[in-house]
């Protein structure tokens, strides 16, 4: 029984006994009426949860379509260099940096992010709903996002715009001196705590013509779901290409996972923590293909 069923019926209670002198059928009817109210009032609750699934879900496929997309570009500048990004913090970074948007701009950044499907009162909130979702997923996974806004002293943001992204992105406004040059140390050292110092320096020079810093750290640490065996592991050859290969010490471990296989690729899931909420997607080109042919058909489809 949750909270408002227990409510309802003392509430209930209280109004048959206030009104000692009211008919059997009349207090039948009234604890109709009540518990009628409380149906309706349970469906609006469990509706409003749905909802707010349906939008988190939206928001989070939102996100993945656009990191796939920044992957595509990225990836045709940089088609021979190793790659690593943040879809998640950059939408997250640049979902804040809307909130102080408006007319085209805000239109553009709108497109880019794949947010047209999402309505945009609740857009803030979706993000802030899967923020929390994901830093509590499982109690073996250690998932720390952290935002930060970081202003000139000298300028003054919108009331409105400080209150949005404090509230749906637990962001942290801090007002700086940026023609300090130790100012950038501030910056530096948040970032690093919130990485557990994996990232000591994340900017090495502020401008005083620059208004706003809106930064995003994301620290990940996760425990295997089924943890590999030390001793399995070996020296094996690692192929860059079908004709190019070198050793690495390479994991080895049989079990049941999600798995999919084409004539393009192969693809597994290794999951994390006890609830298997989060994992690593792992995709390998075949021995026919390469990485570029892969990469040129890699999408959120």
Partial sequence: MNRNTVLGTLGVSLLLILMVMVSQQEASSINSVRQNDQNREIAANQTITETTETQMSQIANDS??????????????QSNDNIVISPNSIA??????????????????????????????????????????????????????????????????????????????????????????QTKNIINDWVSKNTANKIPEIVDSLSTEDALYLTNAIYFKGIWTNKFDLDATTEQPFYQDPDSSQPQLMMNQTGDYRYYQNDGFQAIRLPYGEKEELGMYIFLPSQTSNLAEFNQQLNID
């Fill in 64 to 77: 993945n379509r656009f990191g796939f997309n920044l992957f595509t570009q990225i990836n045709t500048q």
């Fill in 92 to 181: 997250i970074a640049l979902a804040m940096a809307r909130n102080g948007t408006d007319g085209a701009t805000k239109a553009e950044m709108t497109k880019v992010l794949e947010l047209n499907q999402l309505d945009p009162k609740i857009t803030d909130k979706s993000y802030q709903k899967l923020i929390q979702t994901l830093k509590t997923a499982d109690s073996n996974v250690n998932l720390a996002i952290a935002n930060g806004l970081w202003s000139n002293q000298n300028i003054t943001l919108k009331e409105q715009f400080v209150e949005d992204v404090k509230e749906s992105y637990q962001a942290k406004l801090t007002s700086l001196d940026f023609a300090d040059f």
